[in-house]
């Protein structure tokens, strides 16, 4: 959980809340499926490569590290552009 307080979610990309992600490190064979699964669901996909990241219809986060088998998936955003935010200000792609 991330602290509504926390610079990360500064200028209410969240709502004014808190956020909930889950962070997990999964078998290679269990990612390629999540991603699959999460690429069928018709989110805005940002990046699909080694790393694939997503913004659901309900403004959360999708994010896979193939290379690393790292998983994250996040609470809602306010919006989309918060998401991406989100995921500009947190490095998680770049």
Known sequence: MIAASDPLLSGGITGGGELLLRVQVVAPVELTQTVRKWRSTGGSVVSDGMVFAS????????????????????????????????????????
């Open 55 to 94: 913004i659901s219809a309900s403004s959360s986060v999708l994010y896979a590290d193939t290379d690393s088998g790292l998983r994250i998936d996040t609470g809602s955003f306010a919006n989309k552009a918060a998401a991406q935010t989100f995921l500009s200000r947190s490095g998680l792609l770049g």
